[in-house]
């Protein structure tokens, strides 16, 4: 029995099932004789003086404790690139082929569903994620359905996935910016690359220098939580002994657990609650829901499972030992929940928004579907081991 549990707790998909319950019991609570308290707990008014408009509890969620998510996120890629899947060319450039194209296609599909609704056109980048917390543990459940080497492909396009939304973030959803808050933040940024290059180990050093960051980055109008990937990459990855971790791995030892088991359910919580007494055919075929929903959908398997033709007939890459196209084409499927980044991005567009709850609805509708979708394929079509 202590087995079990601890099996489920250290595997992927009690991390999943956690967030999952968390995320429904956020769904509940809103629809319930409990909403009012509720929606009255998250819209609660942080106290912070340095800004003008302070956040409120849900908006604060998602620029503090998030912040540690997206440093366990760039501490994976890192540690991938430098030893892990992604440690050679071979390896990456197929994967990353594909997380390219998962992300083109269903931009471009939510656009052309949305044109000629110029006020909605900010939540082009909710469909292009993939949630690995999901994904990962639907193909371990599916087994000998799914080629190790498809394994790999996909963990390795999920991580590309992660990196490419945060470029998103940064680049696409700063709001007005402050020269003096954006020059300090750049001069901390020096500092903790000095501190890297110095081989610097101690981590509160680290820590305390993404502390000031994050504020730095809040003021400056900047998403705060590149704070978190700033200090990912600037911790070191080597060790300063042999028998001794990397302030690297010391670093995502220390956070992750409090990430998976605190920060991504309590973002699930806040992020799913949402009246479904205004889902109604009609909301759900508006622009925005079906923009969303159909760029999962539809948008990710055409663009994941297009790009990876495209590079294996032009003979950039070569698909994974033991895969088939048709294996790769129910994996491209999967690759359509979206749900921790999406609701992330979905904030971060419609922040006040009479657009936010639709478009909550679309990741809802395009993640379950694409789940099932993905599920089926996988699990009741006879694919052979490699197809010629």
């Not at 202590?2 to 967030?19: D, E, H, K, N, Q």
């Not at 998030?66 to 899947?85: N, P, Q, R, T």
């Not at 070191?236 to 001794?244: F, G, L, R, V």
């Not at 999967?334 to 749900?339: A, H, K, M, N, R």
Request: net charge positive.
């Amino acid at each position: 029995m202590w087995f079990s549990v601890r099996r489920f707790f250290l595997g992927s998909s009690g991390r999943a099932i956690i967030l999952l319950l968390s995320a429904l019991l956020g769904l509940l609570l809103s629809n319930s004789f409990l909403s009012e308290s509720y929606f009255k707990l998250l819209h609660l008014k942080m106290p912070f003086s340095v800004l003008d408009d302070s956040p409120n509890l849900a908006e604060f969620i998602s620029i503090a404790p998030m912040s540690l998510f997206f440093f366990v996120v760039i501490a994976e890629i890192k540690e991938e690139i430098i030893s892990g899947h992604l440690a050679s060319f071979r390896r990456v450039i197929l994967p990353l082929i594909s997380a390219l194209g998962g992300m083109v296609i269903p931009a471009y599909l939510y656009g052309l569903i949305t044109s000629g609704h110029l006020e909605v056109s900010r939540g082009w980048a909710i469909p292009i994620a993939t949630d690995a917390a999901f994904t990962l543990p639907i193909i371990i459940a599916l087994g000998r359905h799914v080629s190790e080497g498809a394994k790999v492909w996909l963990m390795a396009l999920a991580i590309f996935d992660d990196l490419l939304g945060i470029v998103v973030i940064a680049l696409f959803y700063a709001s007005h910016l402050n020269g003096y808050a954006l020059l300090s933040a750049g001069f901390i940024t020096a500092v903790m690359i000095g501190l890297n290059k110095k081989a610097v180990q101690n981590l509160w050093v680290y820590a305390s220098a993404g502390v000031v960051l994050w504020l730095a980055l809040l003021i400056s109008g900047l998403h705060p939580t590149i704070a978190g990937v700033i200090t990912g990459l600037s911790l070191p990855s080597i060790a300063d002994h042999p028998e001794k971790a990397s302030p690297l791995e010391r670093g995502k030892r220390h956070i992750q657990p409090w990430v998976t088991w605190l920060i991504l359910p309590l973002f699930g919580f806040v992020s799913m609650g949402m009246p479904l007494s205004s889902m109604s055919f009609n909301v759900l075929l508006a622009p925005v829901s079906l923009g969303v929903a159909l760029g999962l959908l539809l948008g990710k398997p055409i663009g994941v499972f297009g790009a990876t033709i495209i590079a294996t007939r032009l003979k950039i890459a070569t698909l994974p030992k033991g895969t088939s196209l048709r294996m790769l084409f129910g994996l491209s499927l999967l690759c359509g929940i979206g749900f921790t980044i999406s609701l992330f991005i979905a904030e971060l567009a419609f922040a006040g928004s009479d657009f936010l709850v639709p478009a909550k609805y679309g990741i809802l509708m395009g993640s379950l579907l694409s789940a099932l979708a993905g599920w089926l394929w996988l699990r009741f079509l006879k694919i052979p081991a490699k197809e010629v």
